[in-house]
């Protein structure tokens, strides 16, 4: 996520004046939030991961529908709106993986009535 932030920034500081202080800061805040919601996750013990790794891929749908608007609104073109997506989608698709394994480890073994 850290090297995804990096595009972003780059991309952040030539937004059009209108969407850099709005849209665009908001998009920068969430970037953060999803950075610190990962790191604390993999800082925590098996058991208190899950609702940290839920906050990450709840914050990075949003930022997928944000940077969309953004895209949208001809404020970012095709090129740097495709090449964040593709690497958001990567990290959407790490955190469904990582929240997976934490649904299986925490859910209780289910009796199948074998002995």
């Keep these: 996520m850290k090297e995804v932030y990096l595009l972003w920034y780059g991309y952040y500081q030539t937004l ?3 969407h850099r202080h709005s849209l665009g800061q908001r998009i920068d805040t969430l970037f953060v939030e999803i950075i ?9 013990s098996q058991g208190e991961k899950h ?5 990450a891929i ?18 970012m073109d095709n090129k ?3 090449a964040l997506s593709l690497k ?8 469904g993986g990582w929240n997976g394994q934490l649904t299986k480890q925490n859910s209780p073994a289910i009796n199948t009535g074998e002995k």
Excluded at 36 to 44: G, N, P, Q, V, Y
Excluded at 51 to 55: E, Q, S
């Design 16 to 18: 059009p004046k209108l």
């Design 36 to 44: 610190e919601a990962i790191s604390i996750a993999s800082f925590l």
């Design 51 to 55: 609702p940290w790794v839920k906050i």
């Design 58 to 75: 709840r914050k990075t749908d949003t930022l997928k529908i944000l940077l969309l608007v953004l895209w949208e609104t001809k404020s």
């Design 80 to 82: 740097k709106y495709i």
């Design 88 to 95: 958001i989608d990567e990290v959407g698709r790490m955190l």
